[in-house]
């Protein structure tokens, strides 16, 4: 199934011992498109802090009460390193945020989504493919940022070939995975007044400083696409079958 993430913002976060907090905004991994992080803002017991929860902390996902449940108790949590999540999240304090909590890293070969070994998803692998194709120097950095966060990059403007469409409103994930498969794209200041879904397959490039989605469909291709229905959507938590075969396509 499917779910998008602006109706995830404001889930419970209970440890194994009571709540922690409320969802706040998510960090993705601006390589494969997969959701790493939550951003939990924490009750009075921790004086409002806000914290970063890794998806491979979580054990039960409980769509229907608005809960997510980790296997972490609130002192694990009290102890925590302190990252300012107002700042970009650089790989040094992942470091040490894994090594606190024991958490298995991601970022030297291995593979994890939402505490699940798993493959992974070829259909966000096509998009990494992309976008690494754009180019790099070659060097990194303990400090080098992968994470973004989709409550920043929501407004971010669409490009498509041939002109602009509109701008991210809203991402769509792979519940099982925590990858993000579509872009939810509000083209209502450009041509119609509408939501579109387009696939991050489609993704060629992203100007992260300037705030700017490249994509490889045409504008005609969008206003031709189908609305995307959020209330449809969320009411039966599907979608996929339904908004796949109307998928956007290349050009």
Known sequence: MQRNINNLIGYAVGATDGEIGK???????????T????????????????VLIST??????????GT????????????????????????QQEIELHGYYAWQNYWDGGYYAGGLSAIADPYVATAQKRLNEQ??????SAYDQHLRSTHKV??????ATDGEIGHVKDFVIDNKTWQIV??????????????????????????WDNSKVYVDVTVDSVKNSIAFDNSVFN????????????TIHAV
């Not at 959701?35 to 806000?50: A, H, I, P």
């Not at 200041?189 to 489609?202: D, S, Y």
């Not at 009411?235 to 109307?246: I, P, T, V």
Request: aromatic residues 14%; hydrophobic residues 35%; without cysteine.
């Open 182 to 207: 579509y872009l939810v794209v509000n083209t209502h200041n450009w041509f119609g007044g509408k939501e579109v879904l387009i696939p991050v397959t489609h993704v060629t490039e992203v100007e």
């Open 35 to 50: 959701l790493r992080y939550m951003v939990v803002k924490t009750g009075n017991w921790f004086s409002g802090r806000e």
């Open 154 to 159: 929501t407004g971010y403007h669409i490009h």
């Open 68 to 91: 997510f449940l980790v296997n972490l108790t609130k002192q694990q949590v009290l102890n925590s390193p302190d990252i300012d999540t107002d700042q970009p999240v650089s790989r």
């Open 235 to 246: 009411h039966s938590g599907e979608g996929h079958s339904f908004y796949l075969d109307h």
């Open 135 to 140: 180019g790099s120097n070659g060097k990194q």
């Open 56 to 65: 491979y902390a979580l054990i039960k996902n409980l769509w229907e009460t």
């Open 23 to 33: 969802v706040e905004d998510f960090y993705f991994d601006d390589k494969t498109w």
